[in-house]
């Protein structure tokens, strides 16, 4: 009796300490390295294309997008995205010599949004906010001058993940404010910059 009264004791306490196990809280990170691992974290190389919209189109053409993100992804429908990125684009008038560019180099931060699809396909929009510093070639400064301009991106993309690879696609809207540097040129100055880039890079 008093055997079988220990073997019952003895499952019973086995059997709450799992039910306990069962119910206790996930644990959090707590560490730095812990708390880095779980945010998901990427480094992405960026390039694709871009230009000017509205008035602004008339005075540049198509030129290349280059940049580095670095992204996380604290929440499983929520992400975060700081930035580089720096483009080029051919400036198109009469007066201004054959060859002379406009560049752009500018910061932002985005939030992302979107569902995970088998933990490969991520589809996302974002909006954010950026700086911008302008800067035209030296031959295109008797019209165009160097300026500073905000901007407030809107994004649509798609994130693809394999391992520590990542990649995707992505199509921007910037909508831009205080964009003064065509004021000389004449012909407008109001407009927006609309790019179309992938990237690639790794997570860690």
């Known amino acids: 009796m008093v055997k079988r009264g220990w073997r019952t004791a003895l499952v019973a306490a086995l059997a709450l300490g799992g039910v306990a196990f069962a119910q206790a809280p996930e644990r959090r990170a707590t560490t730095p390295a812990e708390m880095l691992e779980e945010a998901n974290l990427s480094l992405r190389l960026n390039g694709g294309l871009g230009n000017f919209t509205g008035d602004l189109d008339r005075h540049t053409r198509v030129g290349p997008v280059w940049g580095l993100s670095v992204s996380a992804q604290p929440l499983e429908m929520l992400g975060a995205e700081f930035a580089y990125e720096g483009s080029r ?116």
Do not use: C, Q
């Not at 932002?108 to 996302?124: I, L, W």
């Not at 809107?154 to 404010?177: E, K, P, Q, W």
């Not at 040129?185 to 910059?193: D, Q, V």
């Open 89 to 204: 684009n051919p400036i198109e008038n009469e007066i201004i010599s054959e060859g002379a560019g406009l560049w752009r180099n500018g910061l932002s931060a985005m939030a992302k949004v979107g569902p995970e699809f088998g933990e490969v396909v991520r589809p996302y929009v974002g909006a954010g906010f950026g700086l911008s510093y302008v800067n035209p070639d030296t031959d295109a400064e008797v019209l165009y001058r160097n300026d500073f301009m905000a901007e407030f991106p809107l994004s649509a993309g798609i994130d693809l993940h394999r391992g520590t690879l990542t990649g995707g696609v992505r199509a921007t809207y910037r909508f831009l404010g205080g964009e003064g540097f065509a004021d000389r040129a004449g012909g407008g100055s109001e407009g927006g910059l609309a790019t179309a880039t992938l990237n690639l890079g790794g997570t860690f």
